[in-house]
C-alpha cells in the first residue's frame, strides 16, 4: 500500500509533525491551485495545458482544511463538479454550523428536545435520559421581548451574553440589569430589527453556583469525532481536560466584569490583557482587567487532565455522584449529536471533531455551554489509524478497539443498526 | 450499681489493652502500660461519653447484678461497640509513643555495643544538620531583618483573617521563579534557593552517617603506610564501599522477607490501580460492570461500618477505590476517639486558623514559598491555595510537638528570641524542608475542606512524612531507607547497581534519593501516588517506598544498561 499523503491549508507545527510521524507524505492540491495568471504570454501555452493536466490529477488522501476557508467550500461545493474519490478524506462536514455556531445550536437543541419529551417511547429506549442541559438561552435581538420577561421573572439572576460567530471568549460579558443590554445595544448604534442587525447575541442564563475546586471555577472541554452522521458513528477523546479560572470565584455584583474569574477560556487567562484591551471599548460593560498576567502559568496554563478531575470528584463527591455526572455529560454529548443528526450533509469523505464545553454546576449538574470546531489538535483528536480505515479498509467501527488510540466509542449506530437487524429478519 | 458498671468497663478496657500489648512486652511491664493505656483513654472526651450512654442503656434494661454485667460485656464487645475504638485508639497510641523509640540494629549482629555507636553516629549526623539549619534560619531572619515571630496588630489580625487565602505575596521574597523545577523531578538544579535544608543536604547528611570515625581510621591507616590523601571523589574508593555509598550498615530486610511481609502485593491477589483498569478496559460496552471493583467496594463498606482499622488496613494492602479513600483513610490514621470526628476538626483548624492570624513566623515565607511549586505542576496547581493554607495551619500546631518524636536536646525554643508570649518557635517544633508542599499536595486530592485535609496531612506528618526528612536511627528513617533500597536492589538486580555505580559514575541512591524524600510525590502520576500511599497506610511502613525506587530501576533497566551518560539514566528513569 502506497504511504499516505495529506495536504493542509493551515501550516501549523502540531499537523506537520503529526503527519510525519505517521511516515505519511506531502500531497499536492489539484485543480483548485488558481490559475497561473503571470505566466500568460503565448510562448508559454503548451506548458499551461501541460499545467492544467497535472492540476486536474490533485494527489492527497487527507486533507486537513480550516473551516469557511474557500478550499474547502470549493471542494465541497455541488458546483465544482469536483468529486473525492473513495481514498480521500477531509476535516470537515459542509454544514458544521449547524453545531458550531451558537444560536443555530440553541436553536436546534430547543426543537430536538420538545420532540424528544414528546417521544415517550423513546425516550424510556436510552438510558440517557437528561435532556435538560442547556441553560435558559435566547438569540437577540430575535427574542427580545421573550428574554425581557424571562428577566423580570427572576430579577436576581446573571445572564451572560456571547457573540453567536467569535471564539475564545471574544466579546463576552456579564449582565445582571436589563438596562445594560439597552446600553450595549445604544452603544453599538444599533437598531433592533433582523433588517440591520449584524452581530446577533445569545444571552444565556449565568451558571452562578459552578462547581469550585480549590475556590476557583472551572469548565470542561471534550473532543468529539464524528465519522458518519446516519447512521450516527461517534467517538470521545478520553484526554479532555478542565481549564481552570487564575482567581478565586465570587458573584459579587462588583466583580461581574472580571474576565479572570468567569471565563476559562484559555486564552482570556492567557493573554486576558492585550486581546481583550483590543477590542472596541463599550462603556461599562465591557470587560475590565485588574489583573495582570502573572497568575497565569506557563507550565500547565490552568489545564487540569480529566483524569484528576474525576479522581478528586471521586473522592470529594463518592462514586455514584460521580457515575451520574460522567453518565449525564455522556447524555449532553449524544443528545446534541442527535440534534443536528438529520440536517448535517452526510458525506463518507468528511469526518470532523468538536470541542465541548461543559460547566459543572455546585450539585453536580454539568450544563452544555457551546461547542466549537478544532482545527490545530490533530495529534490529540484523530485516532492513529483513522485514515488507514477511511481510506479503503472499511469503517473505523470495523477496527478492534485497540486501534482507537485515545478514543473511545460514544455511539455507534452502524453496528447496533446492523445487530437489530439481524435478530429481527424481516 | 453504676459503681459496678463502671468498674466493669475499666476492666474491660484494660484486659483489652493488655491483650493488646502482650505480644510486645513482658509480663510485668504488661500492667504497667495497660495503666498508661486505660489513664489515655480515660483522658478522651468519647470515653466519657461512651460510659454514660452505656450506663443509662444497661441500667435501663438490667435487672440483677449478673445481667448487668453480661450486658456490659455484650455491649462494648458487639462489634459497632466501644471496643472497637479501644482497639484504633491503642493500635495508635503504640505506633505513635512506643514504635518511635525502637532503633535500628547494626548489621552484623556482633553485639559489643555497635549498635549504640550507629545510634550515636546517627544522632550526631542529626545535630550536624540540625546546626546548619539553625545557622541559616538566623542567618535569614538576619538578611530579611524580620524577627523569626512577631504578633500581628489587630488590624493586621483582621486583615489577615479578611484575605481568605492566606495570600500575603507581597512579603514573599521574588527570588522564586515561576519555572523553577518540581523539588522531586528536577536535575542539577544548582540555582539559589531560600531554604533550611534541602534534598542535597539531606542526601549529603545520610552519606555523613559515619564518615567522621571512618575518615579518622582511615587517616590513621594512611599515614602508617605514606600514602598520598585521597581526593574527596575517592572516599568510597576502598572495595568494601564498592557497594555501597553509605559509610555504616544496618540491618534492613531481605527481599525474600519482603515478599513475606508484602505478600498481598504479589500479583495472584487483585489490584486496584491495575485489575480495575483491566477490568474496564476487556469489557466493552457502554456500561462495563466493573465486577472486581464492585466487590472491592462491598468489602470496604464492611470495613468502614465496622470501624475497625485493621479491617481498612488490610483492604488498603490491595489498594483503595478513589471514592472510599479519605473515609478509609481517616479510618486508618485518625484514632484520637473525639465523640464527633467533624466537630474536633471544625474546633482544630478554627484554632489553628487564630494563631495563623496572630503571628507573623519568619517560616511562613518559606512556606509560601513552598506551595508556589504546586503552580509548576499540572496535577496539583488547582491545589495551591490548599496546600498554602494547609503548611500555614502546620507550622502553627503544637499538637506536632506533642506527638513527634523530637530531640529534647534540639535548641529550638529553648532560645529566648525564637519564643513569642513564651511559647517556642516554631510552635509545631519542626522546621520546614525544601519541596514540603509535596506532602501536603496528594492529600488535597481526598478533601475538599482545608480543615479535614490538614487533619489527614498532620496524621500523615507525624507518621510518615516527618520520617522521609529526618536522619535518625529509627527503622523507617531516612538513612534505614536508603540503606534499604541499596540492598534491595543490589539483591534484585546486582548488574543494573553495578552499571551505574562504576561504569556511570552514578550512585544509584543518588538517582532515587528524591523520588524516596517526597514519596513519589511528581515523580509518578497522582494517581498512582495515592495507590502507593494506600499500601504505605495499609502495612503502615516507609519501607515500601525504596522497594518501589527499587523496583522502577529493575522496571528501566534495559534503558539504564544501554545508557552511556547520566544524563541518559536520569531522562529514562523519570517515569
Not at chain 1, 27 to 52: F, K
Not at chain 2, 429 to 448: Q, S
Request: negative net charge; hydrophobic residues 40%.
Amino acid at each position: 500500500m502506497p504511504p499516505i499523503k495529506w495536504f493542509t491549508d493551515i501550516e501549523k507545527s502540531c499537523l506537520l509533525t503529526n503527519f510525519e510521524k505517521r511516515g505519511w507524505q506531502r500531497g499536492s492540491e489539484g485543480m483548485l491551485l488558481a490559475p497561473d495568471t503571470s505566466s500568460g504570454s503565448s510562448s508559454s501555452d503548451s506548458c499551461v495545458v501541460a499545467n492544467r493536466e497535472s492540476l486536474s490529477t490533485d494527489d492527497w488522501n487527507f486533507y486537513w482544511a480550516a473551516p469557511g476557508v474557500h478550499n474547502f467550500r470549493a471542494i465541497m461545493s455541488p458546483e465544482s463538479g469536483y468529486r473525492l474519490s473513495d481514498a480521500q478524506i477531509i476535516n470537515h462536514f459542509p454544514n458544521h454550523l449547524e453545531l458550531t455556531k451558537k444560536d443555530l445550536m440553541v436553536k436546534n437543541i430547543k426543537r430536538y428536545r420538545k420532540e424528544f419529551e414528546k417521544d415517550k417511547e423513546r425516550m424510556a429506549q436510552t438510558r440517557y435520559q437528561y435532556i435538560d442541559f442547556l441553560p435558559t438561552t435566547y438569540t437577540l435581538p430575535g427574542d427580545y421581548n421573550l428574554f425581557a420577561e424571562e428577566f423580570r421573572k427572576n430579577p436576581s439572576a446573571v445572564w451572560i451574553m456571547k457573540p453567536t460567530d467569535k471564539a475564545r471568549g471574544i466579546g463576552i460579558f456579564i449582565i445582571n440589569k436589563l438596562n445594560q443590554i439597552k446600553k450595549w445595544s445604544r452603544d453599538n448604534k444599533m437598531q433592533w430589527s433582523y433588517a440591520n442587525c449584524k452581530d446577533t447575541y445569545v444571552v444565556s442564563r449565568y451558571i452562578d453556583n459552578p462547581l469550585l475546586i480549590g475556590s476557583k471555577k472551572f469548565d470542561l472541554r471534550l473532543y468529539i469525532l464524528v465519522t458518519s452522521w446516519r447512521p450516527l458513528v461517534a467517538y470521545r477523546h478520553k484526554q479532555g481536560f478542565s481549564r481552570f479560572c487564575a482567581v478565586k470565584y465570587n458573584l459579587d455584583a462588583e466583580e461581574l466584569d472580571n474576565s479572570f474569574m468567569h471565563l476559562t477560556n484559555v486564552s482570556i487567562q492567557k493573554y486576558g490583557v492585550r486581546e481583550l484591551d483590543a477590542l472596541p471599548r463599550q462603556k461599562g460593560t465591557m470587560l475590565t482587567i485588574a489583573l495582570g498576567q502573572e497568575d497565569y502559568n506557563e507550565n500547565n496554563g490552568g489545564k487540569w487532565s480529566f483524569k484528576n478531575l474525576v479522581l478528586y470528584l471521586q473522592a470529594a463527591h463518592g462514586h455514584e455522584a460521580t457515575q451520574r455526572l460522567l453518565d449525564e455529560i455522556d447524555s449532553i454529548l449524544i443528545h446534541s449529536l442527535r440534534a443536528v443528526q438529520s440536517l448535517m450533509t452526510n458525506d463518507k469523505h468528511c469526518f470532523e471533531c468538536y470541542g465541548y464545553d461543559i460547566i459543572i454546576d455546585a450539585d453536580l449538574r454539568p450544563w452544555l455551554i457551546e461547542h466549537c470546531l478544532i482545527n490545530d489538535i490533530i495529534n490529540l483528536v484523530v485516532p492513529e489509524d483513522l485514515a488507514d480505515a477511511k481510506c479503503g479498509k472499511g469503517g473505523v467501527a470495523g477496527k478492534t478497539k485497540k486501534d482507537w488510540g485515545e478514543f473511545v466509542l460514544l455511539q455507534d449506530d452502524a453496528t447496533s443498526d446492523k445487530a437489530r437487524r439481524s435478530r429481527t429478519p424481516a | 450499681m453504676i459503681l459496678a458498671t463502671v468498674a466493669e468497663l475499666y476492666d474491660e478496657v484494660e484486659q483489652h489493652v493488655g491483650l493488646e500489648r502482650n505480644r510486645f512486652r513482658e509480663e510485668s511491664e504488661l500492667d504497667a502500660l495497660a495503666e498508661v493505656f486505660a489513664e489515655q483513654i480515660q483522658s478522651t472526651s468519647s470515653f466519657w461519653i461512651e460510659r454514660k450512654r452505656l450506663t443509662e442503656s444497661v441500667l435501663k434494661q438490667a435487672s440483677t447484678p449478673q445481667e448487668l454485667e453480661r450486658l456490659v460485656v455484650k455491649a462494648f464487645g458487639d462489634p459497632s461497640g466501644f471496643h472497637g475504638q479501644v482497639d484504633n485508639f491503642t493500635v495508635m497510641w503504640h505506633r505513635r509513643h512506643v514504635a518511635q523509640s525502637m532503633s535500628i540494629a547494626p548489621a552484623d549482629n556482633s553485639g559489643d555495643g555497635s549498635g549504640g555507636v550507629i545510634e550515636m553516629q546517627l544522632r550526631a549526623a542529626a545535630i550536624s544538620l540540625n546546626t546548619l539549619v539553625l545557622r541559616r534560619l538566623n542567618r535569614m531572619s538576619i538578611e530579611m531583618s524580620t524577627p523569626l515571630a512577631r504578633r500581628r496588630s489587630v488590624a493586621e489580625e483582621a486583615a489577615f483573617m479578611a484575605s481568605s487565602d492566606n495570600e500575603y505575596t507581597a512579603e514573599l521574597p521574588s527570588s522564586l521563579l515561576q519555572n523553577d523545577c518540581f523539588p522531586s523531578k528536577g536535575w542539577g538544579q544548582d540555582m539559589p534557593k531560600t531554604c533550611l535544608c534541602d534534598d542535597a543536604d539531606l542526601l549529603e547528611a545520610v552519606k555523613a552517617v559515619g564518615m567522621r570515625a571512618q575518615a579518622a581510621a582511615g587517616q590513621l591507616s594512611a599515614s602508617q603506610t605514606q600514602q598520598p590523601k585521597q581526593g574527596k571523589q575517592h572516599r568510597h574508593g576502598g572495595y568494601d564501599k564498592f557497594w555501597t555509598c553509605l559509610s555504616v550498615s544496618t540491618q534492613t530486610t531481605s527481599l525474600e522477607e519482603f515478599r513475606m511481609r508484602f505478600s498481598e502485593l504479589h500479583p495472584q491477589f487483585k489490584h486496584i490501580g491495575l485489575d480495575d483498569t483491566l477490568e474496564s478496559e476487556a469489557l466493552t460496552g457502554p456500561n462495563p460492570g466493573d465486577v472486581f471493583v464492585a466487590a472491592h467496594i462491598e468489602v470496604a463498606e464492611a470495613a468502614l461500618a465496622s470501624g475497625s482499622s485493621r479491617a481498612a488496613r488490610q483492604l488498603a494492602k490491595h489498594g483503595i477505590p478513589p471514592s472510599l479513600r479519605p473515609r478509609l483513610w481517616d479510618l486508618m490514621l485518625q484514632s484520637d476517639m473525639t465523640e464527633d470526628y467533624s466537630v474536633h476538626v471544625a474546633r482544630t483548624y478554627t484554632r489553628l486558623k487564630v494563631m495563623a492570624s496572630r503571628y507573623d513566623l519568619l517560616v511562613d515565607r518559606l512556606v509560601r514559598l513552598d506551595a508556589k511549586h504546586a503552580s509548576n505542576d499540572d496535577g496539583y496547581f488547582v491545589f495551591e491555595d490548599m496546600v498554602r493554607e494547609v503548611l500555614l495551619l502546620w507550622t502553627r500546631d503544637v499538637w506536632m510537638r506533642r506527638v513527634l518524636p523530637l530531640d529534647p536536646t534540639n535548641a529550638l525554643g529553648s532560645n529566648n528570641n525564637w519564643s513569642i508570649d513564651s511559647s517556642p518557635f516554631p510552635p509545631s517544633g519542626v522546621l520546614p524542608v525544601w519541596g514540603i508542599a509535596l506532602y501536603a499536595m496528594p492529600v488535597c486530592f481526598l478533601h475538599g475542606s482545608a480543615g479535614h485535609a490538614y487533619m489527614t496531612f498532620r496524621e500523615m506528618y507525624a507518621r510518615y512524612f516527618y520520617n522521609l526528612h529526618t536522619v535518625s536511627a529509627r527503622p523507617g528513617g531516612l538513612f534505614h531507607l536508603c540503606q534499604t533500597f541499596e540492598t534491595v536492589l543490589k539483591q534484585a538486580d546486582a548488574a543494573v547497581y553495578y552499571h551505574m555505580a562504576t561504569t556511570l559514575g552514578l550512585e544509584p541512591l543518588d538517582l532515587v534519593f528524591k523520588w524516596i524524600l517526597y514519596g513519589f510525590v511528581g515523580v509518578l502520576d497522582c494517581e498512582q501516588v495515592l495507590l502507593l500511599w494506600d499500601r504505605v497506610l495499609g502495612y503502615d511502613t516507609l519501607e515500601l517506598l525504596p522497594v518501589t525506587a527499587a523496583a522502577l530501576v529493575v522496571f528501566r533497566r534495559d534503558q539504564i544498561l544501554q545508557a552511556d551518560s547520566v544524563q541518559l539514566v536520569q531522562v529514562c528513569a523519570c517515569v
